[in-house]
């Protein structure tokens, strides 16, 4: 049985930071994790030339000793990066390294609800969210939480800056308005309760293939799916998801990737794929790492075959391989967020080198640079997890990469800004469960493209779209809510 370590690529910004406690016996101090931080950014690093205080020769120095003193970890991790957090927003460090693996595979505590969080008005200041979706059987749903709840406020008070992370917190209290409005330039007011269940949260598996349905339009039949994250362990599901719409017929496809914060970049190569099939043996994706990792460089190509995995007894496993289930569509529709991040990204720019992509949305995030997860294993170039100094839990994710298409074009100054612009704001008090079109304005958009026919739903009354209004959601604003990786770090060698 193989275990498999990660390449990943992450965006975000976490809620709270952990600390290091003082030595114990057998526990390492802070002067040997800050040494193991400096050590590790100063070999993989992406943007190291650039920073002095972590010069090759500065290790050496008389000041290296004092530089690395009676600081925590984490504050000593983020005062070396370059021009954090503005050019380097995406690196971060861990405390519990088994935690940050078992999230990579879709295991984490969570209440199963999935929200974006808005400016309500210019003022920035006050927020309001609107519930993406709820996982099944989750704490969420159990509490009545529904897909399109719009959420006024948390724990009593109506929902602002200062108290919005509750919402990310192992226990809350949402506040569910009973009515909402939207004004033309974006301002939304609430009024009333509708619900105020207390949600507590627990460790969840989460399937990301969330929903799949076909529509017949102008003799076209169309296929819907809802993925929710590249999660390697759910490959097969994935593919099974493509069978059932060769079963179908499906002739057109709506790939809805407004909730998909990354993942996988092999399971995104195997999407390439399944959306094609067309193109084998082209190149989808390429990595480039800095000067002192070069060996590193590669490119995905795509390919008929991909592996599947398991997460078993804590570790993700290979469990074989499978065909890729082949649409060969020269066209696809993808919808898209400000959430909408790093392998997501992968996937638009990855397709727009064969084929036809429109997106109808939001701009999306904007994340085209990755990280190498990295332990204290100085003797293994600071990747092996087996050889890593047991006397602390502390790993890093740093960025230590950028990635490109086929085509190796150059990434956009931000997000992907979309074909068809939606505010997400038009939503607010009309969007229902997945699949119903006449209350989600990016599906009717799609729908109504492919088909030619204008469909039935809800009145868009043209409100205006401002990518500064997107406050985050539970992937953009936690350490592991966006990511890319790949599965064998040590066959990238060349």
């Known amino acids: 049985m193989k275990i498999i370590y990660k390449i990943i690529l992450t965006a975000g910004i976490f809620l709270g930071l952990a600390s290091c406690s003082n030595r114990e016996d057998g526990?390492?101090?802070?002067?040997?994790?800050?040494?193991?931080?400096?050590?590790?950014?100063?070999?993989?690093?992406?943007?190291?030339?650039?920073?002095?205080?972590?010069?090759?020769?500065?290790?050496?120095?008389?000041?290296?000793?004092?530089?690395?003193?009676?600081?925590?970890?984490?504050?000593?991790?983020?005062?070396?990066?370059?021009?954090?957090?503005?050019?380097?927003?995406?690196?971060?460090?861990?405390?519990?390294?088994?935690?940050?693996?078992?999230?990579?595979?879709?295991?984490?505590?969570?209440?199963?609800?999935?929200?974006?969080?808005?400016?309500?008005?210019?003022?920035?200041?006050?927020?309001?969210?609107?519930?993406n979706y709820v996982v099944p059987n989750s704490p969420a749903a159990l509490a009545g939480i529904k897909r399109g709840d719009v959420i006024s406020g948390v724990n009593g008070s109506d929902l602002n800056v200062n108290n919005y992370t509750a919402l990310f917190s192992?226990?809350?209290t949402p506040i569910i308005a009973s009515t909402v409005n939207v004004a033309a330039d974006g301002t939304v007011t609430t009024s009333g309760v509708a619900k105020n269940p207390n949600i507590m949260s627990t460790v969840l598996e989460e399937n990301p293939v969330a929903y799949y349905q076909n529509y017949s339009l102008a003799g076209k039949k169309i296929g819907y799916l809802v993925y929710n994250g590249f999660k390697s362990n759910f490959n097969d599901e994935l593919n099974g998801a493509f069978a059932q719409m060769k079963t179908d017929g499906v002739t057109d496809l709506v790939?809805?990737?407004?909730?998909?914060?990354?993942?996988?970049?092999?399971?995104?190569?195997?999407?390439?794929?399944?959306?094609?099939?067309?193109?084998?043996?082209?190149?989808?994706?390429?990595?480039?790492?800095?000067?002192?990792?070069?060996?590193?460089?590669?490119?995905?190509?795509?390919?008929?075959?991909?592996?599947?995995?398991?997460?078993?007894?804590?570790?993700?496993?290979?469990?074989?391989?499978?065909?890729a289930n082949s649409l060969n569509l020269n066209k696809v529709y993808i919808l898209t967020s400000s959430g909408t991040a790093s392998a997501s990204e992968l996937t638009i720019g990855g397709l727009k080198s064969y084929i036809t992509v429109v997106t109808v949305g939001s701009e999306t995030y904007g994340k085209f640079v990755g990280s190498v997860t990295l332990y204290d294993s100085p003797a293994q170039d600071f990747i092996s997890y087996e050889n890593r100094n047991k006397s602390h839990k502390w790993a890093m994710q740093p960025i230590t990469f950028a990635y490109f298409n086929g085509n190796h074009s150059p990434h956009p100054s931000?997000?992907?800004?979309?074909?068809?612009?939606?505010?997400?704001?038009?939503?607010?008090?009309?969007?229902?469960?997945?699949?119903?079109?006449?209350?989600?304005?990016?599906?009717?958009?799609?729908?109504?493209?492919?088909?030619?026919?204008?469909?039935?739903?809800?009145?868009?009354?043209?409100?205006?779209?401002?990518?500064?209004?997107?406050?985050?959601n539970r992937r953009t604003l936690k350490q592991f809510g966006t990511e890319m990786y790949i599965q064998e770090v040590e066959k990238l060698k060349r």
């Open 27 to 131: 526990m390492a101090t802070e002067n040997e994790v800050n040494d193991f931080v400096w050590s590790g950014l100063n070999s993989w690093y992406y943007w190291q030339p650039n920073v002095p205080n972590l010069a090759d020769g500065f290790k050496t120095s008389a000041q290296y000793s004092s530089f690395i003193s009676n600081k925590n970890p984490d504050s000593f991790f983020y005062s070396i990066l370059y021009n954090y957090p503005i050019t380097d927003r995406f690196s971060w460090i861990v405390s519990d390294v088994d935690e940050l693996l078992q999230s990579f595979s879709g295991i984490s505590k969570s209440s199963g609800m999935d929200s974006d969080l808005f400016y309500k008005d210019a003022a920035k200041f006050g927020i309001v969210g609107i519930v």
């Open 170 to 172: 192992d226990q809350f």
């Open 255 to 323: 790939l809805d990737l407004r909730y998909n914060g990354g993942g996988s970049v092999e399971t995104a190569t195997a999407l390439g794929q399944m959306i094609t099939g067309q193109f084998t043996g082209n190149p989808y994706v390429s990595l480039e790492f800095n000067g002192k990792h070069a060996q590193y460089n590669s490119t995905e190509n795509l390919k008929t075959t991909f592996s599947t995995y398991a997460y078993t007894n804590g570790n993700l496993v290979s469990t074989g391989t499978q065909t």
């Open 414 to 472: 931000g997000g992907f800004v979309p074909d068809y612009g939606v505010s997400p704001k038009t939503d607010f008090g009309n969007l229902k469960e997945f699949g119903d079109y006449a209350h989600d304005s990016s599906l009717k958009k799609a729908l109504e493209l492919i088909s030619g026919q204008t469909l039935k739903g809800i009145w868009s009354p043209g409100i205006a779209q401002n990518p500064d209004e997107f406050v985050g």
